[in-house]
């Protein structure tokens, strides 16, 4: 975009920047002097005279005004998501709040209502294909572990050999962990699933390699729900128990520890706390991408204490570059701790807030630990398990909500998802729903008598599409032809009056809202495929284009207790926006995925590109 762009087409409002004028009398004067020179010397002024004009231009060192408008140049291409004004073409900033919205002449003569000076009003004008949305939120993701997962990634390998590979390269490639055997080594993304032999791998299959043998090796599934260890890493934390509830330990023909554990098992590995430089480290790097993919808002789905220590610490020295709202990670194994600590609300200048708490029902379909009804369609053996007790949240989650947070529970499986709309349905009896706002984080698989209590309960669903078209390859085989179809039921939640909260999970998926877009609209993968065919898996329960955008901005918002100040551009709110680089609400489906990110803006400020 440029500063008060000339705009050519008959009828419309000419630049009379004195400096675009300066600009043409100069060109005059210039070519005038250039006759005088001959034709080598000639070259090399023009070459210096365009790196001086590239480097000195206004697009280039123009900084944005305290206060400003953006426009676009034809039409109303800006989407404020507000039912009062949809759509305009101009949004004016003030600061950090949104001052006015409307056409190009009704801003301007707002502006001069206002008693201010029409020339003061610095314009800047969208490229001819952009558009502008409101900030967007993820509402399900993991900050410091997305940094983490960066290390080591695993998810390209698509055997146990192609991931050991990746281990042992990683070895090899850090002197500082080849050097020293005792250094634990951690990396994320492996995925059983995806392998042409869907198996568990095992610490022998480490150990194989003799660059790894001997040391310590954590390696992260990708939903979060399993690790895969070294022997190494069993010696460090024995003994081990037999069973542990909620968790699994898998075992060998000899009842020896073979390799993978499962959700709760996690709990009873012991590694060192972080240092300050590594979640610093961890935090810059997932910044960079949170901010270069537009997004303003990030719901970290699970803060142990030395994330929010963290966090707040940030806060206080104004160092979060984008909006954070914390949950509180819940163990049940601690006291209870909701009468005793405060919720952080607007710390940081609005930046961090930390008013909800987390906890876990059950675990993940790809695992094999979400809890269902009825037993897997290819593991008939188990139903999965809850990784905390019914009786454990009927006690908790009226106490909390009692004392002011908001309960965010992940559930996945029928059975855990109807557990906790129980305890949510014990726990709201009487209360005013929109105080408390509970939340189902995932909400992936609900009987059709729960779909529709979701919605009248006032029960929020967080929910993530790319999950959707990740697990769409093997879902059917997991529950069969049935049950399948109330997977990912995003339509029917919202149909029966749920709000939709949309998010990622990163960096168990791609963290790119877009690709939750294209996702939530299509049901396909990026390269356009479901298993269905190329209508989508499951189309029936595709979103709109604006039901999408709203999951990502206003609903996201709601889901954060911040509707009031962020998620749509109106005037009064923050001035949280993004511009794109084409319309993702009309453009054809398969190219919502080519759409740039050009500029992130966070109170106002540029935090991404250029405006």
């Known amino acids: 975009m440029s500063e008060l762009r000339k705009r050519r087409d008959p009828g419309k409002i000419a630049d009379t920047d004195p400096q675009n004028v300066q600009s043409s009398r100069s060109t005059f004067v210039l070519s005038s002097v250039l006759s005088g020179f001959d034709r080598p010397r000639l070259v090399i002024l023009i070459l210096l005279a365009a790196f001086a004009a590239w480097f000195l231009s206004p697009e280039e060192t123009s900084s944005l005004s305290h206060s400003y408008a953006v426009c676009s140049s034809s039409g109303a291409r800006i989407y404020t998501v507000d039912h009062a004004v949809p759509n305009a073409q101009c949004l004016v900033v003030d600061g950090s709040l949104i001052l006015d919205i409307g056409s190009l002449d009704d801003i301007m003569a707002r502006w001069v209502a206002r008693g201010r000076l029409l ?11 952009s558009i502008v949305v409101p900030g967007l939120s993820d509402s399900h993701a993991h900050i410091l572990e997305y940094g983490a997962s960066k290390q080591l990634l695993l998810e390209s390998a698509k055997t146990i050999k192609d991931t050991v590979a990746l281990v042992r390269q990683h070895i090899l490639d850090n002197d500082d962990i080849l050097n020293n055997p005792s250094k634990i080594i951690e990396g994320w993304g492996w995925d059983h699933t995806s392998w042409p032999v869907e198996e568990w791998p095992t610490s022998d299959d480490l150990d194989m390699d ?17 690790l895969w260890l070294s022997k190494e890493t069993f010696v460090l934390n024995s003994p081990w128990p037999l069973d542990i509830e909620g968790g699994v330990i898998m075992k060998d023909s000899s009842g020896n520890p073979s390799g993978v554990i499962l959700d709760k098992a996690q709990d009873l590995l012991q590694k060192p706390d972080p240092t300050e430089q590594d979640l610093l480290r961890r935090f810059d790097a997932t910044a960079k991408d949170v901010l270069s993919h537009g997004l303003t808002s990030v719901h970290d789905a ?21 909006r954070i709202y914390g949950m509180r990670y819940f163990n049940e194994n601690d006291p209870y701790w909701g009468n005793l600590s405060e919720p952080i609300i607007n710390a940081g200048g609005g930046r961090l807030n930390a008013r909800s708490v987390k906890i876990f029902a059950d675990g993940a379909l790809r695992s094999g630990g979400a809890a269902l009804h009825e037993p897997y369609h290819d593991n008939p053996h188990t139903k999965g398990f809850m990784r905390v007790d019914p009786k454990v949240l009927a006690d908790v989650v009226p106490k909390f909500l009692r004392d002011g947070w908001q309960v ?47 919605g009248k309960l006032g029960v929020i669903s967080s929910i993530q599409p790319t999950h959707a078209i990740s697990d769409m390859w093997f879902a059917e085989e997991r529950l069969g032809p049935e049950r399948v179809k109330g997977l990912y039921a995003f339509r029917s939640l919202l149909d029966h009056g749920s709000r939709l909260a949309i998010g990622s999970d990163f960096p168990v998926e791609d963290m790119n809202p877009l690709a939750g877009f294209h996702a939530a609209i299509t049901r396909l993968s990026p390269e356009g495929q479901s298993p269905n065919g190329p209508s989508g898996w499951f189309p029936e329960q595709r979103l709109t284009r604006m039901e999408a955008l709203r999951g990502m901005t206003i609903d996201a918002a709601y889901a954060s207790f911040s509707e009031d100040s962020l998620g749509s551009l109106v005037p009064g709110k923050r001035a949280d926006y993004v511009v794109l680089s084409q319309d993702i609400m009309t453009v054809p489906v398969d190219q919502i995925l080519s759409t740039k990110v050009q500029a992130t803006v966070i109170d106002g400020r540029v935090a991404f590109g250029q405006v």
């Open 119 to 129: 020339s003061s009003l610095q314009i800047r004008y969208l490229d001819e294909s």
């Open 210 to 226: 003799p660059i790894i043998r001997g040391r310590p090796v954590i390696l992260q599934s990708k939903d979060g729900h399993a």
């Open 302 to 322: 699970g803060f142990k204490p030395i994330s929010l220590e963290f966090f707040t610490r940030q806060a206080a020295a104004g160092n979060l570059p984008f």
């Open 408 to 454: 965010n529970i992940h559930a996945i499986g029928d059975y855990a998802n109807g557990v906790v709309l129980d305890t949510f349905e014990a726990a709201l009896k009487d209360v005013d729903i929109t105080a408390l706002r509970p939340r189902l984080e995932h909400a992936q698989i609900l009987t059709q008598a729960d779909l529709e209590r979701v």
